[in-house]
């Protein structure tokens, strides 16, 4: 009977486990919010460029930084997502509408912590890849051996990505 109930008590406090999942979908709903915000406000900045016809020196790279580190934070978004519906799915309960919908193409179906372990691990990868990006923006080169550490860097970037897109697949 003290089994049954220990065994009773340690499987309902997986129930612990819904923390993580509404807190997930909160931060993730914010960072969606924030992201939005912030392509709003660059194409404010974009429209307000071109109808006063005023052309900053750096508008260009303004934009693209702007717009890149909202892509930064929508992946991070997408990270805390496949988080909160892995973790869900995992501990609690299969997402029944999402297997009704999706015919069997269902991105969020997680079925084992390797397999949330890799989705995770990829959309992060991608989010240090776009913030790499972000920060070689702003960098200035005043060599060709900066510019050969620059380009090493993209080709082990894209070696890295490469072998990335193999795992998992057989």
Do not use: C
Not at 51 to 78: Q, R, T
Not at 105 to 120: M, P, R
């Amino acid at each position: 009977m003290i089994e049954k109930l220990f065994e009773s008590t340690m499987w309902k406090a997986r129930l612990f486990v819904l923390l993580a999942v509404i807190f997930g979908l909160i931060g993730s709903s914010i960072l969606f919010i924030v992201a939005s915000i912030d392509i709003y406000e660059v194409l404010k900045y974009t429209l307000d460029v071109y109808l006063n016809g005023v052309h900053p020196e750096d508008f260009h790279e303004a934009i693209v930084s702007k717009i890149i580190g909202a892509v930064d934070l929508y992946l991070i978004a997408v990270v805390m997502l496949i988080f909160a519906f892995g973790i869900y799915e995992l501990f609690i309960s299969k997402i029944d509408v999402a297997e009704d919908t999706s015919n069997g193409a269902n991105i969020l179906n997680i079925s084992s912590l390797d397999q949330l372990k890799d989705k995770i691990a990829k959309v992060i990868v991608m989010v240090l890849i776009v913030s790499f990006f972000q920060k070689v923006l702003h960098t200035s080169y005043n060599g060709a051996l900066e510019m050969l550490y620059f380009a090493l860097s993209i080709g082990l970037l894209a070696v890295g990505l490469f072998f990335l897109g193999k795992v998992g697949k057989h």
